[in-house]
């Protein structure tokens, strides 16, 4: 079959595209910046890659007519605490007037649990985007997930965060709300085994793993699975708005995400309709053994992709390539270099930069950098990255976003996300003549940036000769 893969370099479509891959489908992916699709140069070789951006009106439609079926994995939750319903619902309009010009008999969405009266507005604007799409064309099957757990996804990784920090929490009532959460795993068999199966035409199912949940049970469980000593007391008078603080100083989610996922946490998100469990013979992963795989994954340095990527969690909202030629007008640089020895492993050190190896030269102050980031309402150093030792453009490395890796040619560029008055480059260069450049570029904004950047030179100094010279010298 051939598939249109819209989200593809989202959280849960860089788990489907191999598999649909290796199922010999042919697969076309719909990304806003094909430089952004984090995908191996084997798994890019295999697939068409089309630019569009669902928030935007349709002009000229590039997808091929011959599309048998198309996943539909767009959420804009992240992008903001306001307004993300209404670009939910553009996203949706403008994909039903792109697949209803090609041959598409179903589209598959991956939607949430709505079996409450009073839904959120995260739910309600799921609950939407299926009522928009069924407007379109082709067949529409939906799949209404609760909370996913797997390597890398914001519910793992927020649950992650406070029960490995926090051996006793002080938390808001919305705990004792009861949810269904379903293994990654299981959420890709059922986006794999609806494909094509008529009796899944113009039907909707929730899917959910065999434990029902509240949050406090979720987080006391997970803390037995990784034996921990954790002690949970609720109080009814943190409000949404300080749950959300909480929730965005104490993990690694952005403050939007918190307060949108805050906002759902008062709402029961429990399966009714079991089933398409029979009708694809699915095995349910239990929510312990779900945390299992996860942790198997994280170990084997194995861990397929990872929401903190997305473009949403930084400040980064358009075309990378809007910032990948370094500007010279109008900046200023704190420039080094040095002559690598000819066993150097510097290209490797340099690819492992970030994250739990830290910056290879006064991490004490990289952290303090990160924590005020943090208080002002930036992405902080909490983010990490996503491989230990593997970059791509796109990817995260603590508080920057990778805008270019290219390994054989021995360059890496950075973009700073962190709050800073004015624009961020950090560059890394290997030459012809084994000479490491590393340059750090600053476009100021106003009188305020300049005097940031003069403020800071005292201590970019330090750090930077400092971090050049470890990289060079220290054995991976």
């Known amino acids: 079959m051939k598939i249109l893969l819209t989200g593809a370099n989202g959280y849960i ?61 767009i959420h804009s939750m992240t992008s903001s605490t306001t307004d993300f319903d209404e670009k939910e619902a553009l996203s949706a309009q403008n994909f039903n007037q792109y697949i209803n010009q090609t041959q598409c008999m179903q589209v598959i969405y991956l939607s949430g649990i709505v079996n409450e009266n009073n839904l959120s507005k995260h739910l309600w604007s799921r609950k939407n985007v299926e009522d928009t799409l069924q407007q379109g064309k082709a067949a529409l099957t939906v799949l209404r997930a609760g909370i996913i757990v797997g390597s890398g996804s914001s519910s793992f990784e927020i649950i992650r965060d406070l029960c490995e920090k926090l051996p006793i929490m002080i938390t808001p009532k919305w705990v004792n709300t009861r949810c269904q ?10 986006l ?15 899917i959910g793993g065999p434990d029902i949940l509240t949050y406090k049970e979720m987080m006391l469980a997970y803390a037995k699975v990784r034996n921990l000593n954790l002690y949970i007391a609720t109080v009814p008078v943190m409000t949404p708005k300080l749950s959300s603080y909480w929730l965005y100083f104490i993990t690694s989610t952005s403050y939007k995400l918190a307060l949108n996922l805050v906002d759902s946490m008062k709402i029961e998100v429990v399966t009714r309709d079991n089933r398409l469990r029979q009708m694809l013979n699915i095995q349910s992963i239990s929510y312990a053994e779900s945390i299992a795989m996860a942790f198997a994954k994280i170990q084997q340095n194995q861990v397929a992709s990872s929401w903190k ?11 990378l390539n809007e910032y990948i030629q370094v500007p010279t007008y109008g900046c200023v640089f704190d420039r080094q270099k040095i002559q690598l020895k000819e066993n150097s492993e ?34 902080g150093l909490r983010r990490g990255r996503t491989h230990p030792d593997k970059i791509n453009s796109g990817d995260v490395l603590d508080f920057w976003r990778v805008l270019l890796a290219d390994k054989e040619k021995k ?26 450049h590393q340059t750090a570029t600053f476009r100021p904004r106003g009188l305020k940036g300049r005097l940031y950047w003069y403020s800071m030179l005292p201590f970019h100094y330090f750090i930077f000769e400092g971090m050049l010279r470890n990289i060079a010298r220290r054995k991976s």
């Open 346 to 379: 510097a290209l490797d050190n340099i690819w492992s930069i970030g994250g739990a190896k830290g910056w290879y030269y006064g991490n004490w102050l990289w952290k303090i950098r990160g924590w005020a980031d943090k208080f002002l309402g930036g992405v």
């Open 13 to 73: 479509g860089m788990r489907l595209l191999p598999l649909l891959l290796d199922a010999g489908h042919q697969v076309v992916c719909t990304v806003r910046d094909k430089n952004r699709l984090s995908v191996s140069p084997e798994v890019r070789a295999q697939i068409d890659i089309v630019e569009i951006d669902f928030l935007e009106t349709p002009k000229e439609n590039h997808l091929p007519k011959n599309i048998d079926a198309a996943y539909y994995l």
């Open 192 to 206: 794999q085994g609806v494909l094509g199966k008529e009796l899944c035409y113009n039907d909707s199912f929730d």
């Open 309 to 319: 990527d997305s473009l949403v969690s930084g400040r980064l909202k358009y075309n």
């Open 411 to 436: 360059r890496l560029l950075l973009f700073a996300e962190m709050r800073v008055p004015g624009e961020a480059w950090l560059e890394f260069k290997i030459d012809e003549d084994n000479v490491l």
């Open 181 to 190: 959460p379903i293994a990654i795993r299981n959420v890709i068999h059922y």
